[in-house]
């Protein structure tokens, strides 16, 4: 294997610790043109009809910044939940051992965000069995939607290939994770391509490389990986030769790795 590029001695993961990590899914996923609209209908419908008595005791405006607090409040802590779930359960867990860890943590989460909006905005505080009601409600509505959340995910994602999905994919924003197409170096960061688009991540290639799990691929180049799977012509150029990729620009191939090329039968001998 090449060596790599100089500048990149050193393993820095600054920008990849968990927490830092789940924050940045959380924006982009939050981010998604698609996420605001169906906040945004949520929180219309609610503001509409005042349920929890909120039409007698809030004015529109103030009724729909309500709403749309605790519908984006809420939703987020589900999401944490279960990230917090998947970890904690580890990769291999059951289905339903995820569900029995996420479905508690996100009623409570849940719990305390309406306490504190129901209080804050209506001055009103449960206890005894107002509070009772409330955390029973919450509880059911919360196992209810976490449920359905895990079974839709493990229907339509759990193939063969998402189940054995490479763990460099996790770095990648949800909506990016997808079959790897190519990997680049810039300057102290790797360039991780999908067929679903392409993000920066702070780490050396070769560690990338590394995380790239069972995907099909080959070194070649000092500042390049490649997915077999993804190349759909290769040419020679002076000594070396390009690849055309199926996403996003052609890749290099160095002298030294010609023959690696050919022995995968990209280029013909």
Known sequence: MANTPCGEQRDVYVNNTAPHSALREWWVHMALPVRAVSFLGATAILALIGPFDTDDTLRALPRFAYWGVIVVACY?????GNILADRWAGKDASLLRRILIAAPLTAIGVMAVVYLLKGLAVSYWATGRDLAIIAGNIVLISSIFTSVFYFANDSTEQTPETQRAPAL???????????????????HYVRIRTTLGEDLVLMRLVDAIREVGATAGLHVHRSHWIATAHVTAATRKGDGA????????????????????????????
Do not use: C, Q, W
């Open 76 to 80: 987020s802590v589900g999401y944490f």
């Open 169 to 187: 994919l996790d770095r990648l924003p949800l909506h990016k994770r997808a079959p790897l197409v190519a990997l680049s170096v810039e300057d």
């Open 242 to 269: 390009i690849l055309t990729m199926a996403h996003g620009p052609d890749i290099p191939v160095s002298r030294a790795n010609v023959p690696v090329i050919k022995g995968a039968g990209l280029l013909p001998r």
